[in-house]
């Protein structure tokens, strides 16, 4: 989006063709930083089949048929060591992606679209932060210990997958 530049989608279309390269798993951190411990803070998008809280105070994983393995271990690992850190995991399973057009907004699709497992991690941006993409989204309407339980999670997860390839 910079520059002309089209982020993800450049690096998957140009980047990864013109290398041999093993991607394992991508982790796209979108909007991660926004939690509200409120009734109706959170809203979803119209028609979503799942049914979550009203409360923005949980981290969003989305994870498709290639990263649902992946995704899997990562609640397992966030419920043992994040114990208190609400995480809800979204599979997204064949063809729903296109009903739900919301589910392809960030950096993670151009990787789906080439079947690399890819997550989104978001508090689900204007769905919860009414400063989303305004003059009011500034550090201190952040959370910041949401943000550091997020990143703590996702420590955990690069940990837990290196220590599973020295296996």
Known sequence: EEDGLLGSQDFADNFL???DHQIKFVH???MIG????EAGSQMMP???????SDIGD?????SNRDSNSVVSKLSKIAHSYVPDFHVK?????LGLEKLFPHLLRSDHSPFWAKRLPAMMWTDTSEFRNPNYHSASDLPETLDYQFLINTCKLLVLHCLYFVNEQQE
Do not use: D, N, Q, T
């Open 58 to 62: 949980f981290l969003a994983i989305i």
């Open 89 to 93: 995991i979204l599979k997204v399973y």
């Open 34 to 37: 926004y939690c509200k411990h």
């Open 46 to 52: 119209e028609g979503l089949p799942i049914k979550l």
């Open 28 to 30: 796209i951190l979108e």
């Open 17 to 19: 063709s013109e290398r």
